[in-house]
């Protein structure tokens, strides 16, 4: 069974630190890019944060730049969304996708092969 599963999410306050994880099964994550995805309510999904199937390229959303990091570990087929001096507009739906095309997906934010299932992240006093 292919799953490709969030955790990590909850509720954390301005100025606070939380780490989002993406752990996939039944298909392996190394030869793939992987992005995180936000849905906020009423508003679009927007890309945040994408690394290359290599893992020596990484893109963020202007947004969250010099605050999120993201990095892969192939070993446990995981990939880590660590997300630092949070605001408010932070809060979302965070979804993790997956892509054996990484220009497609870390540069046009597109047609990834694989989702996750999302987990919420909120950001509040």
């Known amino acids: 069974q292919l799953q490709f599963v969030e955790s990590g999410g909850g509720l954390v306050q301005p100025g606070g630190s939380l780490r989002v994880s993406c752990a996939a099964s039944?298909?392996?994550?190394?030869?793939?890019?992987v992005a995180w995805f936000r849905q906020a309510p009423g508003k679009e999904r927007e890309g945040v944060s994408c690394?290359?199937?290599?893992?020596?390229?990484?893109t963020y959303a202007d947004s969250v730049k010099g605050r999120f990091n993201i990095s892969r570990d192939n070993g446990k087929n995981t990939v880590f969304l660590q997300m630092n001096m949070m605001k408010p507009e932070d809060t979302a739906v965070y979804y993790c996708?997956?892509?054996?095309?990484?220009?497609?997906?870390?540069?046009?934010?597109?047609?990834?092969?694989?989702w996750g299932q999302g987990t919420q992240v909120t950001v509040s006093s």
């Open positions: 690394i290359s199937s290599s893992g020596k390229t990484t």
């Open positions: 996708a997956a892509s054996t095309r990484d220009y497609s997906l870390c540069v046009k934010w597109e047609d990834p092969e694989y």
């Open positions: 039944g298909f392996t994550l190394d030869r793939r890019a």
